[in-house]
Each structure stands twice: as structure tokens, then as C-alpha cells.
């Protein structure tokens, strides 16, 4: 009895001591930090700066095709006529323009940026081309704006790292998704020292999946390695049961 009564006690104890663990902040901010960072780190990494509007013209360069391989990586996503998708962190609009044919008439590309100019800029060359699929999405650091459970898939290229609130971002990116609907996240590979990247903006697939593991509505599909500087990291929204 008496044994049965002090294991009682250090289970309650063991309870008390668990509701009164501090819950560790999710965001932490460094003084010592990387200067291409912003010195707010989070699940162990440093959240980049964002990339200015002033350097869109680098989005477009010609080196990018041999550096990223776009038409690779949009055949890899598996995109089709009809999908509404959803181009998070758009910049200039460089994937949104090779995607609006693909959807197609019947499909929709959503361009979403934090930075009216970006969108400005891709207003006018969607304008000028007379491309009719694409809406323009002004999001915030917290919220991309995107209607719920309408979206197909969401492609992350080269943003992913600079969310500067990378929880509540995924939380309403996963409630714009679909059932069965997948998230694409493609980052530098920062595993491979060879890539000529600044070290906050690349990422391991390992630091995305350990991220993306405080989600259990998503699970991790596959990560394709094949092009040349990034890997493709890709999720889906489970279906509900
Ligand atoms: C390096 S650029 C990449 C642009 C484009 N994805 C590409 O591959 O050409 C990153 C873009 O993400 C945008 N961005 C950063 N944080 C964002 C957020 N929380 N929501 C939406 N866009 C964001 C920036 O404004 C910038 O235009």
C-alpha cells in the first residue's frame, strides 16, 4: 500500500514538473550571427534576409538555366492542365510565366510576394505578353493570402529560407492546400559545399523534413536530387479520413 501510495506521488510530481517546464520561445534572436542573416534563428538555423526588389534583374539571368534547370524542375512537379498553383515568394515572376502555359486556361497560377514591386513587375509582363492565368497575391510575413483548400500545389524556389515567421507561414499554407494537395520546397543544397550559394540561403533536406515534421497533417513524399545546385523537397497533405 505505502509503495503504491509514493508511486502515486512521483507520478503527480513528474506531472506538476512538465506543466510547469517554460515552453522553449519558437523564434530566438542572436547578436553574434551570419551578416546575410537576419540573427532570428529557428529549429537550429538563421533565417536569411529577404531579397530585395532591386534585384530582380539577377532572377532573370540567362545563367539560370544551366544553374537551376527550370523546365527540369517543372517537369519533376508533375504539373497539369486544370491545377491551380500556387508560386509563394514569386519574385519576378521567372517559374509563374513557364507554369501559366502548363495549367492552362482552365488553370490558375497564383503569384504571391511581399513585395508590391515584385508583383508590379509581373503585372506589366503579364500585360505585355497578354498571359490571362495569372492572379496577383500581395501575402504578408505570416499569412501568403491564399484561399482555403483550393490549391493544388505550392512551389517554394529560393524562399522558403527567408520566411521570417516559417511556422505560422506553413500552418496557413497547409490549410490553402487540398486534400492530397503537395508543397514543393526548393532550396540550395547545403550539404553540397559546392554550390556557389551564401550559407543562409541554402538548406539541407534534412533541416526542411525535421521543419516540416512538427506538421503531421503533411508527409514527406520524396526528395529528388537531380538538378544542378537544388534538391527538391516535396510533401503532401494527407487526405482526411
Ligand atoms: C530569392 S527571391 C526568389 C523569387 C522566385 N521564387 C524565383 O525563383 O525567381 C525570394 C522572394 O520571396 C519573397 N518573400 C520573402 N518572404 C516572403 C513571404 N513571407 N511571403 C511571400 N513572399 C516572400 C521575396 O519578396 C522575394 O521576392
Redesign the pocket.
Known amino acids: 500500500m505505502r509503495s503504491a501510495i509514493s508511486s502515486w506521488i512521483v507520478v503527480f510530481g513528474v506531472l506538476i514538473a512538465q506543466a510547469e517546464e517554460p515552453k522553449k520561445p519558437r523564434y530566438e534572436t542572436r547578436k553574434l550571427h551570419d551578416p546575410d542573416g537576419i540573427g532570428k534563428f529557428y529549429v537550429g538555423r538563421e533565417i536569411a534576409h529577404?531579397?530585395g526588389?532591386q534585384g530582380a534583374g539577377w532572377?532573370e539571368r540567362p545563367e539560370r538555366e544551366k544553374e537551376e534547370d527550370p523546365a527540369k524542375l517543372l517537369k519533376a512537379l508533375e504539373i497539369q492542365p486544370g491545377m491551380t498553383v500556387a508560386?509563394?515568394?514569386?519574385?519576378?515572376g521567372?517559374?509563374c510565366f513557364r507554369m501559366s502555359p502548363l495549367v492552362g486556361e482552365k488553370g490558375k497560377i497564383l503569384a504571391?510576394?511581399?513585395?508590391p514591386e515584385?508583383l508590379a513587375l509581373i503585372k506589366t509582363r503579364a500585360k505585355k505578353e497578354n498571359v490571362t492565368n495569372i492572379d496577383l497575391v500581395e501575402?504578408?510575413?505570416t499569412d501568403?493570402k491564399l484561399p482555403e483548400g483550393k490549391v493544388d500545389l505550392i512551389i517554394?524556389?529560393?524562399?522558403y529560407h527567408?520566411?521570417?515567421?516559417p511556422y505560422e507561414?506553413t500552418e496557413k499554407m497547409i490549410a490553402a492546400l487540398k486534400p492530397g494537395g503537395r508543397i514543393a520546397f526548393v532550396e540550395f543544397r547545403l550539404e553540397d559545399p559546392k554550390v556557389p550559394i551564401k550559407l543562409v540561403h541554402k538548406m539541407t533536406e534534412r533541416q526542411v523534413t525535421i521543419e516540416m515534421e512538427q506538421f503531421p497533417e503533411l508527409e514527406h513524399l520524396k526528395t529528388d536530387k537531380s538538378l544542378p545546385w537544388q534538391h527538391i523537397v516535396l510533401f503532401k497533405k494527407k487526405e482526411v479520413k
Do not use: K, N, R, W
Open positions: 529577404v531579397m526588389h532572377l508560386d509563394i515568394g514569386a519574385g519576378s521567372y517559374h504571391v510576394d511581399i513585395q515584385m501575402g504578408t510575413e501568403p517554394l524556389v529560393d524562399v527567408e520566411f521570417s515567421q507561414m
